[in-house]
């Protein structure tokens, strides 16, 4: 019912930007909330940061003041703007969406954009 498409990972140098999508499609149900994920080889999946559909954002101490997550409400996707990257924060990044489908509050994950920071 709700699908979550992710987009604009890549290969950048330390210092430079990257800008990663997700988009909720094929369906007419609005997210609540969407959170950024990311797991660097080795370890375990961690937070990075998220926004509720009202604007309300959080962020992990290792990303504020470089990563921005910000919202389109109309095409019920979400982006997080990395500035700043460094090799650490090389991972596979994940948007997890929380949907109220048939009055249910319902968990969806994307299929993951590698982001990798090297020289």
């Known amino acids: 019912q709700v699908q979550l498409v992710e987009s604009g990972g890549g290969l950048v140098q330390p210092g430079g930007s990257l800008r990663l999508s997700c988009a909720a499609s094929?369906?007419?149900?609005?997210?609540?909330?969407m959170t950024w994920y990311r797991q660097a080889p080795g370890e375990q999946r961690a937070l990075v940061g998220g926004?509720?559909?009202?604007?309300?954002?959080n962020y992990a101490d290792s990303v504020k003041g470089r990563f921005t997550i910000s919202s389109d409400n109309a095409k019920n996707t979400v982006f997080l703007q990395m500035n700043n990257l460094k090799p650490e924060d090389t991972a596979v990044y994940y948007c997890?969406?929380?949907?109220?489908?048939?009055?249910?509050?319902?968990?969806?994950w994307g299929q993951g954009a590698q982001v990798t920071v090297a020289s």
């Open positions: 997890r969406g929380l949907f109220i489908v048939y009055f249910i509050l319902q968990v969806y």
């Open positions: 094929g369906t007419l149900y609005r997210f609540n909330a």
């Open positions: 926004i509720t559909r009202v604007g309300i954002r």
